[in-house]
C-alpha cells in the first residue's frame, strides 16, 4: 500500500490554512508545510491541526521551495496544494492511489472561483499529484519536471485565490518574478502568457496585450493554456478598443474552437461591446451577438475543457439573451429567456453543485 504525503509551501495563510488542512487530514498519511516566512499565525495553525512544521527563507523561487518540501518526506505520492486551497470532491481518488505505482503524474481538476455572479468559477486541470521522485522546474508557475505519463483523476480541488480580495495580498509579486524570468527566457511564450494573465487580472489591460500578442506567436496549437489564452486575449482586445483586431483573431480561432461555448459567450460580448462604442454598426452586430450566446447554448457546457468557466454553456448565455432582449425591448423574449436562465441555474446546480470558499 502507497504512503502519501500532503506537501505545501505556504506564507501568510492564517486565513485559509485550516481549511486546507481539515480538507486534506483524512486523506493523507502526514501533512508537511513549509513556512517560508509568516508574520502571521500560519505556522501555529498548522501545527495545531498536525501538521509537520518547517521553515526556510524565501529566495523568489516557487519550484526551489516546492522541491525543499517536496525532499521533506519520503511518501510515494506527494498530494501538492496551496495555502488557498482545498479538497472539495473525489476524494476517494486518493484513496484509490495507495493501490497504484507511483509510475506516472496526477492531474486533477482545480476549480477556481471567479468574480461574478454567486457560483462562478473557471476549472484547470493541473498536475498535482506527484511521484516520489518528480521535482518542479520554474522561478513561478513552476511546473513538474517532464517524463512521466499524465493522468486524470477524479478530485477537485476548491481555489479562492482568483477573487479580487485575496489577490490584492499578493500586491505586484508575480509581475516582479515573471519580468525576472522573462529575462532569462525572454522568447517563452508561457511566461508572457502568465505575466499577461497576471496584468490584466489588474486592470492593466494595456499592458497585457503585447504580452499575450508574444504568447500567442509561441503558443503549441494543443498547450493546455491555449483556450484560455484566446479568451483572455480577446477579452484584452475588446477592453483596449481594438475590436477590428478582435474580430480578426475571432474568426482566425473559430475551427479550433468550435467545441467551446465559453469561446462564442466571449465572442458576443466583444460583438456587444463594439455596438456600443460604435453604434452605427448595431444592425450589423446585433443578430451575430444573438446567434454568438444561442451558439454557446447549443455547444452546452463542457467542464472537462480548461478553463471554461461554469455556465458560459447554459445559464449565463440565458441570462445574457434576456438582458439582449430586455434593452431591445422584446419583452416577451427577455421573459422567456430569463425563465430558462433561472431553469438552466437550477439544472446545474443540482449536477454539480457550485464552490463555496
Given at each position: 500500500m502507497s504512503r502519501l504525503a500532503l506537501v505545501m509551501i505556504?506564507?501568510?495563510?492564517?486565513?485559509?490554512i485550516a481549511r486546507c488542512l481539515e480538507s486534506a487530514r483524512p486523506?493523507?498519511?502526514?501533512?508537511?508545510?513549509?513556512?517560508?516566512?509568516?508574520?502571521?499565525?500560519?505556522?501555529?495553525?498548522?501545527?495545531?491541526?498536525?501538521?509537520?512544521?518547517?521553515?526556510?527563507?524565501?529566495?523568489?523561487?516557487?519550484?526551489?521551495?516546492?522541491?525543499?518540501a517536496l525532499a521533506l518526506t519520503d511518501a510515494d505520492w506527494r498530494l501538492v496544494l496551496d495555502g488557498d486551497e482545498w479538497l472539495a470532491s473525489g476524494m476517494q481518488a486518493l484513496h484509490s492511489l495507495r493501490s497504484q505505482e507511483a509510475r506516472f503524474v496526477g492531474l486533477v481538476r482545480v476549480a477556481s472561483l471567479i468574480d461574478g455572479p454567486s457560483g462562478s468559477e473557471t476549472p484547470s486541470w493541473l498536475p498535482r499529484l506527484l511521484p516520489r521522485r518528480v521535482r518542479y522546474a520554474g522561478r513561478i508557475h513552476e511546473q513538474p519536471e517532464p517524463g512521466l505519463p499524465r493522468h486524470r483523476l477524479d478530485l477537485v480541488i476548491g481555489h479562492d485565490g482568483y477573487l479580487t480580495a485575496q489577490r490584492g495580498a499578493k500586491g505586484d509579486r508575480n509581475e516582479r518574478l515573471l519580468r525576472r524570468a522573462l529575462a532569462d527566457q525572454p522568447g517563452d511564450a508561457y511566461l508572457h502568457y502568465q505575466l499577461a494573465k497576471d496584468l490584466e487580472l489588474r486592470g492593466r489591460f494595456d499592458a497585457a496585450a503585447p504580452?499575450?500578442?508574444?504568447?500567442?506567436?509561441?503558443?503549441?496549437?494543443r498547450a493546455a493554456w491555449h483556450h484560455d489564452l484566446v479568451l483572455r486575449r480577446l477579452f484584452t482586445l475588446k477592453n483596449v478598443g481594438a475590436f477590428e483586431q478582435a474580430v480578426e483573431l475571432a474568426e482566425a480561432q473559430m475551427?479550433?474552437?468550435?467545441?467551446?461555448p465559453d469561446f462564442f459567450f466571449a465572442v458576443g460580448d466583444l460583438l456587444l461591446a463594439w455596438?456600443?462604442?460604435?453604434?452605427?454598426?448595431?444592425?450589423?452586430?446585433?443578430?451575430?451577438?444573438?446567434?454568438?450566446?444561442?451558439?454557446?447554448?447549443?455547444?452546452?457546457?463542457?467542464?472537462?475543457?480548461?478553463?471554461?468557466?461554469?455556465?458560459?454553456?447554459?445559464?449565463?448565455?440565458?441570462?445574457?439573451?434576456?438582458?439582449?432582449?430586455?434593452?431591445?425591448?422584446?419583452?416577451?423574449?427577455?421573459?422567456?429567456w430569463s425563465a430558462r436562465a433561472q431553469q438552466l441555474r437550477e439544472e446545474a446546480a443540482a449536477l454539480a453543485p457550485a464552490l463555496v470558499s
Amino acid at each position: 500500500m502507497s504512503r502519501l504525503a500532503l506537501v505545501m509551501i505556504v506564507r501568510d495563510e492564517a486565513r485559509c490554512i485550516a481549511r486546507c488542512l481539515e480538507s486534506a487530514r483524512p486523506w493523507v498519511d502526514e501533512m508537511l508545510v513549509l513556512d517560508t516566512g509568516s508574520s502571521d499565525d500560519t505556522p501555529r495553525l498548522a501545527a495545531q491541526l498536525g501538521a509537520q512544521v518547517h521553515h526556510a527563507a524565501w529566495t523568489d523561487d516557487f519550484a526551489a521551495a516546492r522541491n525543499m518540501a517536496l525532499a521533506l518526506t519520503d511518501a510515494d505520492w506527494r498530494l501538492v496544494l496551496d495555502g488557498d486551497e482545498w479538497l472539495a470532491s473525489g476524494m476517494q481518488a486518493l484513496h484509490s492511489l495507495r493501490s497504484q505505482e507511483a509510475r506516472f503524474v496526477g492531474l486533477v481538476r482545480v476549480a477556481s472561483l471567479i468574480d461574478g455572479p454567486s457560483g462562478s468559477e473557471t476549472p484547470s486541470w493541473l498536475p498535482r499529484l506527484l511521484p516520489r521522485r518528480v521535482r518542479y522546474a520554474g522561478r513561478i508557475h513552476e511546473q513538474p519536471e517532464p517524463g512521466l505519463p499524465r493522468h486524470r483523476l477524479d478530485l477537485v480541488i476548491g481555489h479562492d485565490g482568483y477573487l479580487t480580495a485575496q489577490r490584492g495580498a499578493k500586491g505586484d509579486r508575480n509581475e516582479r518574478l515573471l519580468r525576472r524570468a522573462l529575462a532569462d527566457q525572454p522568447g517563452d511564450a508561457y511566461l508572457h502568457y502568465q505575466l499577461a494573465k497576471d496584468l490584466e487580472l489588474r486592470g492593466r489591460f494595456d499592458a497585457a496585450a503585447p504580452h499575450y500578442a508574444q504568447a500567442a506567436a509561441g503558443v503549441e496549437a494543443r498547450a493546455a493554456w491555449h483556450h484560455d489564452l484566446v479568451l483572455r486575449r480577446l477579452f484584452t482586445l475588446k477592453n483596449v478598443g481594438a475590436f477590428e483586431q478582435a474580430v480578426e483573431l475571432a474568426e482566425a480561432q473559430m475551427a479550433q474552437w468550435s467545441h467551446s461555448p465559453d469561446f462564442f459567450f466571449a465572442v458576443g460580448d466583444l460583438l456587444l461591446a463594439w455596438a456600443a462604442h460604435e453604434p452605427e454598426r448595431a444592425g450589423e452586430l446585433l443578430p451575430m451577438i444573438e446567434s454568438s450566446w444561442l451558439r454557446a447554448l447549443e455547444i452546452g457546457e463542457q467542464p472537462a475543457l480548461n478553463d471554461a468557466v461554469r455556465g458560459r454553456g447554459s445559464f449565463l448565455a440565458a441570462h445574457n439573451l434576456a438582458v439582449f432582449h430586455a434593452s431591445l425591448g422584446h419583452a416577451d423574449q427577455a421573459k422567456v429567456w430569463s425563465a430558462r436562465a433561472q431553469q438552466l441555474r437550477e439544472e446545474a446546480a443540482a449536477l454539480a453543485p457550485a464552490l463555496v470558499s
